[in-house]
C-alpha cells in the first residue's frame, strides 16, 4: 500500500459485539457476600439487612436475589417473586417485634421516587411514629 493510501473496512469485514459491562449493584455485592451487612434474614429468593443509614430506629432493606432494576420495570413473570417479597416483609416484621405497632413499606422508582440503588428493594421503616405526607 502507498504511503498516504487509506482503505475503508465495510461493516461486513470486521464485526463487533456490543459489549455491555454491567457493573454490580451494591445489594448483588452484598447478596454474594462480597461485602458485609447485617443480614437478619435469607432464604432462595431474597435477603433482609438492616440499613447503614437508618430512616427509623427499624430500617431494613429486603432485595430479592434475582435483579430486577425497579418495580416500574417488573413484568409478569415476576408476579410469584413480587408476592413472596411481601409475604416476607411481613414475617420480617413480626421477627423484628414490630408488627403489633405498625410498620411502613416503601419501594422507591426512579430519580423522583428518590431511587438510589438500581435494585429493586423494599425499605421496612418502623419503632416510632412515622409522618406523613413523607419527604
Same mark, same amino acid.
Given at each position: 500500500? !502507498?504511503? /498516504?493510501?487509506?482503505? @475503508?473496512?465495510?461493516? #461486513? ?5 456490543? =459489549?455491555?459491562?454491567?457493573?454490580? #449493584? &451494591?445489594?448483588?455485592? &452484598?447478596?454474594? =457476600? ?17 440499613? &447503614? ?7 431494613? +432493606? ?7 432494576? =425497579? ?6 413473570? *415476576?408476579?410469584?417473586? +413480587? /408476592?413472596?417479597?411481601? #409475604? @416476607?416483609? =411481613?414475617?420480617? !416484621? ?9 410498620? @411502613?413499606?416503601?419501594? *422507591?422508582? /426512579? ?8 435494585? +429493586? ?6 419503632? @416510632? ?7
Amino acid at each position: 500500500m !502507498a504511503s /498516504g493510501s487509506f482503505f @475503508r473496512l465495510s461493516s #461486513t469485514s470486521l464485526k463487533l459485539k456490543p =459489549r455491555v459491562v454491567a457493573e454490580k #449493584t &451494591i445489594f448483588q455485592k &452484598i447478596v454474594d =457476600r462480597e461485602i458485609p451487612a447485617d443480614i437478619i434474614y435469607e432464604d432462595d429468593q431474597c435477603l433482609c439487612f438492616r440499613d &447503614i443509614a437508618p430512616q427509623a430506629p427499624v430500617h431494613l +432493606l429486603l432485595v430479592p436475589k434475582k435483579l430486577i432494576v =425497579r418495580i416500574g420495570q417488573a413484568d409478569p413473570a *415476576n408476579q410469584d417473586l +413480587l /408476592g413472596h417479597l411481601l #409475604t @416476607r416483609i =411481613r414475617i420480617i !416484621a413480626e421477627q423484628e417485634g414490630v408488627s403489633e405497632d405498625g410498620f @411502613r413499606v416503601v419501594i *422507591n422508582n /426512579g430519580r423522583d421516587g428518590g431511587e438510589a440503588v438500581p435494585h +429493586l428493594h423494599l425499605h421496612l421503616l418502623a419503632g @416510632r411514629q412515622l409522618s406523613w405526607p413523607p419527604g
